[in-house]
Structure formats: C-alpha cells, structure tokens
C-alpha cells in the first residue's frame, strides 16, 4: 500500500487523486492533506479520509477546521502556515508526494518533499519553469523519483523507454533514439478567434475549457497558451531535451496527448479521453496500471483528428515563453512571476484579455536579474518581480 500525502488536496488535481484513492482503498491511503483556504471541502476530504495531518494556508482556516473536526470527533491533526506545509511534504511515513499546488507557492513544498528522497507526482509545472536545474539537480542528488501528471508530459512518460522513465531530466534521447518530443496543446478556447476579437474577452468566457475542467489560472493560461509555454520549459528538464527535440501541435480535440518520434520514423502517441485521472492513475499506480471506471475512447464516434502549428502572432505568450526559456532562469522566474500577477489582474477585471502578454514583455525587457544560483536567489527574484508587475497593472488600471 502506497502512503500518500497531497500538497493542494482541494484542488482540481486533488479531488481527482483522493476520486482515484477512494476507488483502491487496497491500494493507497492518505497520510496528509494541505490546502490554502478552502476549509469547508478539507472538511469533507477530513471526514472521508481521516488524514493523520492537515495544514491550511493561515491560522485562520486552520482554527475553522478544527473546530469543525472536534464537533465530529475527528483527531486528524491541523497545522497552518509554509513552514507547515513543508513539513508535512517531508513526513518519514509518506511514499509518495502529489505537488498539485498552484504557481510559486508550491516550490518550496515540493522540494522539501524532493529533499526527502520521496517520489514526486508533479502538477506545479511551476516548481520546474522558476528554477529547473536547482530542482533537478536536488532530485539527482537526493534519490527522489519524479512522475509528471499533466496530460502532455504523463503521455510523454507513457511511451518513453523504462530506463528514461527512471531516470528522467538525465538520460539524453538520441541514447534511446528519440528524434521528437512532441507536444500537443488543444489551443483552449479561442485558438480560432482573430488577433482582434482577442482583446474583448471577459474572464467567465476564458475559464471556459471546451475539453478540461480546470482551475481559474491555469484556464486563463491555456486560453493564452501561456500554459503550453510553461509546459515547453517543464518538457525541456523533465526529458533532458535539446531545443531542436522538442515540437509544439495544436490538436483541438484533445484525444492525441503527446507524442514521441523516433529515428527508425515509428511515431509513438499516448491517446484518450480528456480525463485528468488517466495520467494521475498512472502516476500514481506506477509501474503497473490500475481500473478506476475511467471512460474509454470510441473511435467510431470520433470525426477527425486535426493537427497544426501554433500561430504565434494570435498567441504571443506561447512565443514568449520558449523564447525566454534560452535567455536563463532568471528569465523563467521573472516571466512565471509576471505572468501570475497579470492573469489575477485579468480575473479580477484590472486589465484586458491582451494587457497579459504587454505586461508579461514589459516586465521581461525592463527587468535585469543576474541568474540565480540558490532557491533563495529565485525567491527574490520573483518577489521583485512581482512588485514590478503590480505597478504596472496599478499604472493600466488608473
């Protein structure tokens, strides 16, 4: 049986993993929850599950919650606040970690539990884009195994030799013959709207994902394909490949989840139903693979299969953000950092659809930070960056 604690439990990633643990209770249990605020569905998980520990983002939620828990007589123990959370990444009794918290707030969760040797099923992608070789080269040096869940990169994993699956972000593909990592995106919602019709669009209609159900910021990221950016820079440390490796296709239907091409031409594709389960199942039960009443893909249902490049002039992030990946880490960190207080302004209706990618160049040509060689350098990096951001948003809305 696999211990299991989940950094972001009420979450999207969350609530599908504890679906999938409540389905094989023979399988995994839960040790640890940690949420930011949300103390009522924590309750409920609490009252499911019994975790032996919780943590919530600040005392407040942490004080709602166990005065919930003593009403029922639950004895899970609830602990608040970063140092916390860290804490119950590292806990001795843990097997595997699920990183499923959202943006920078989860790095310093996951490398504690990176430094714990425990096996990581990473969702921050954010834990990789801000600081990619401190995270890898603590996982080298630390014995922890990393498991990737979003769709694209679990699909990746999925067809990629066993001994790049054990030892990802250090074996080169051409060992394996690799010629291609390719990366499908499904373009979100808007990937046939005009450059114009762009700058017209509300926050409700950007959280609308025709294919996933997701939070708010990583919809409004996938509308903008800064996402797929983002996943560009976790696909080049997570399979160690060289810029010409990796390719980018739209693929609006969602069925095709990645691919890998090799030099004898054979083409390898990881292909389903748009459900986050698959590939969290798959982390999660590694090496074997698990049932859990998933939906399975009807060919005959299925019209066509469309596949083309994306158009970097109607998305502009997703150009952005590979480019800024050669400029350094500094460079990464500084364009997360942007880019997650643009698209709170954008949701919180500060800034246009189209002010996202002006603050996002802005901030990336105007700032100067030498390259970071400790997390704390990153830290900083992106808090500087950040009071930088919301100046300009500040500048726009007034």
């Given at each position: 049986?696999?211990?299991?604690?989940?950094?972001?439990?009420?979450?999207?990633?969350?609530?599908?993993?504890?679906?999938?643990?409540?389905?094989?209770?023979?399988?995994?249990?839960?040790?640890?929850?940690?949420?930011?605020?949300?103390?009522?569905?924590?309750?409920?998980?609490?009252?499911?599950?019994?975790?032996?520990?919780?943590?919530?983002?600040?005392?407040?939620?942490?004080?709602?919650?166990?005065?919930?828990?003593?009403?029922?007589?639950?004895?899970?123990?609830?602990?608040?606040?970063?140092?916390?959370?860290?804490?119950?990444?590292?806990?001795?009794?843990?097997?595997?970690?699920?990183?499923?918290?959202?943006?920078?707030?989860?790095?310093?969760?996951?490398?504690?539990?990176?430094?714990?040797?425990?096996?990581?099923?990473?969702?921050?992608?954010?834990?990789?884009?801000?600081?990619?070789?401190?995270?890898?080269?603590?996982?080298?040096?630390?014995?922890?195994?990393?498991?990737?869940?979003?769709?694209?990169?679990?699909?990746?994993?999925?067809?990629?030799?066993?001994?790049?699956?054990?030892?990802?972000?250090?074996?080169?593909?051409?060992?394996?013959?690799?010629?291609?990592?390719?990366?499908?995106?499904?373009?979100?919602?808007?990937?046939?709207?005009?450059?114009?019709?762009?700058?017209?669009?509300?926050?409700?209609?950007?959280?609308?994902?025709?294919?996933?159900?997701?939070?708010?910021?990583?919809?409004?990221?996938?509308?903008?394909?800064?996402?797929?950016?983002?996943?560009?820079?976790?696909?080049?440390?997570?399979?160690?490949?060289?810029?010409?490796?990796?390719?980018?296709?739209?693929?609006?239907?969602?069925?095709?989840?990645?691919?890998?091409?090799?030099?004898?031409?054979?083409?390898?594709?990881?292909?389903?139903?748009?459900?986050i389960r698959i590939s969290l199942s798959y982390a999660m039960s590694w090496p074997d693979r698990i049932s859990f009443e998933a939906p399975f893909l009807n060919f005959s249902k299925i019209c066509n299969f469309s596949l083309c490049e994306p158009n970097f002039i109607q998305?502009p992030c997703l150009k952005l953000a590979i480019d800024c990946f050669s400029q350094g880490q500094a460079a990464m960190t500084t364009l997360n950092a942007t880019n997650e207080i643009a698209v709170e302004a954008f949701l919180n209706s500060q800034i246009s659809f189209t002010?996202?990618?002006?603050?996002?160049?802005?901030?990336?040509?105007?700032?100067?930070?030498?390259?970071?060689?400790?997390?704390?350098?990153?830290?900083?990096?992106?808090?500087?960056?950040?009071?930088?951001?919301?100046?300009?948003?500040?500048?726009?809305?007034?």
């Open positions: 049986m696999k211990k299991i604690t989940i950094l972001g439990s009420t979450g999207s990633i969350g609530v599908n993993a504890l679906s999938i643990i409540k389905k094989n209770p023979n399988l995994f249990k839960v040790v640890a929850l940690v949420a930011n605020i949300n103390v009522a569905v924590m309750f409920k998980q609490c009252k499911l599950f019994s975790p032996d520990w919780v943590a919530m983002g600040d005392e407040k939620s942490a004080q709602k919650l166990k005065k919930k828990l003593k009403n029922k007589n639950i004895k899970t123990e609830v602990l608040f606040g970063e140092k916390d959370i860290c804490k119950l990444a590292a806990l001795k009794e843990t097997d595997q970690v699920i990183s499923a918290i959202v943006g920078i707030a989860g790095l310093l969760p996951t490398l504690s539990a990176i430094y714990a040797g425990k096996a990581i099923l990473l969702a921050n992608k954010e834990s990789l884009v801000t600081c990619g070789h401190l995270f890898m080269q603590a996982l080298n040096l630390s014995g922890a195994k990393i498991f990737p869940i979003d769709s694209e990169h679990n699909a990746i994993f999925q067809v990629l030799p066993l001994e790049i699956q054990k030892n990802l972000g250090v074996v080169p593909l051409k060992k394996y013959n690799i010629k291609h990592i390719i990366l499908t995106a499904s373009g979100g919602p808007f990937y046939k709207f005009s450059s114009s019709d762009l700058s017209q669009i509300t926050p409700k209609q950007a959280c609308f994902h025709p294919n996933w159900s997701m939070g708010k910021k990583i919809s409004v990221d996938s509308a903008t394909m800064m996402n797929k950016g983002l996943e560009y820079a976790e696909a080049r440390w997570l399979f160690n490949a060289l810029e010409s490796e990796i390719k980018i296709l739209i693929h609006p239907e969602s069925i095709i989840h990645s691919m890998v091409q090799y030099y004898d031409g054979a083409l390898l594709a990881q292909l389903s139903v748009p459900d998305f002010d996202i990618y002006k603050i996002n160049i802005e901030i990336l040509t105007s700032a100067c930070f030498m390259e970071p060689h400790s997390i704390e350098d990153v830290l900083e990096i992106d808090r500087k960056t950040r009071i930088l951001a919301k100046n300009k948003v500040s500048s726009l809305v007034c």
